[in-house]
């Protein structure tokens, strides 16, 4: 069966530090992996999705990236973190058109 | 261009009442439906799916959704919650036609069943 792993669970960072968060999928091959923010009290914002290796599309312009040096791995960063970078970030996978996004346990990431 | 409303951000409900949480949609195009659970500080499960067929589809817990093409809805509703149905609760579209699954997500549904 299919899992996703998300980590680490939680985080607190200091402002202008750097940042890595790592999610991998096992039990399936070239999935769409897909990174979102859920800011308190708001829905989730789609930050970054990616179809395949190297292969990296933006929807929100901030001081995050995203890289996906293996199939099943897909990476969030900052070179610089901000107070409003803030959040609980989550990383998804899916297979196809009509199928639904599986989801990681999220991480909770505190600027200080 | 596609849109999910969640016009309550809350719904407060005493245990083994019904409940109905409303979803409507915007879309150029017709759209996959879904609805998810989340519980406090995990991740995203899936409840139920719309793909095509029958307009009312039942999902895990008891919770079941109705498409509504003409009033572009899809309602979640359980005829009686548990305390454990606390979380808060996302619709989700995904339009069809294209070839990349790019869901759009409501803003939420915080259900909060009282004793």
């Known amino acids: 069966s299919q899992t996703i792993h998300q980590w680490p669970a939680t985080l607190v960072q200091p402002v202008g530090s750097p940042l890595s968060l790592e999610c991998t999928v096992e039990?399936?091959?070239?999935?769409?992996l897909y990174w979102y923010r859920q800011a308190a009290g708001r829905g989730l914002q789609l930050l970054f999705y990616s179809i395949g290796i190297d292969q990296i599309s933006s929807e929100v312009p901030q001081n995050l990236s995203a890289s996906r040096p293996q199939d099943r791995q897909f990476i969030l960063s900052s070179k610089k973190l901000l107070l409003s970078d803030s959040g609980f970030y989550l990383c998804a996978w899916s297979t196809g058109a009509d199928q639904p996004q599986h989801f990681g346990d999220g991480t909770r990431l505190s600027i200080l | 261009a596609q849109s999910v409303t969640q016009l309550d951000s809350q719904v407060p409900v005493f245990e083994e009442a019904p409940v109905e949480l409303r979803c409507n949609y915007s879309?150029?195009?017709?759209?996959?439906l879904f609805w998810y659970v989340q519980y406090p500080n995990q991740g995203l499960q899936l409840l139920l799916k719309?793909?095509?067929?029958?307009?009312l589809v039942k999902g895990i817990n008891g919770f079941e959704a109705e498409f509504n093409k003409s009033q572009t809805s899809f309602h979640l509703r359980k005829p009686s919650v548990h305390i454990s149905d606390t979380a808060e609760y996302f619709c989700a579209v995904f339009p069809r036609g294209y070839n990349f699954n790019k869901f759009y997500f409501g803003s939420g549904t915080k259900l909060n069943v009282k004793p």
């Open positions: 879309s150029s195009v017709s759209v996959y």
């Open positions: 039990g399936t091959s070239n999935p769409n």
């Open positions: 719309y793909l095509s067929g029958s307009t």
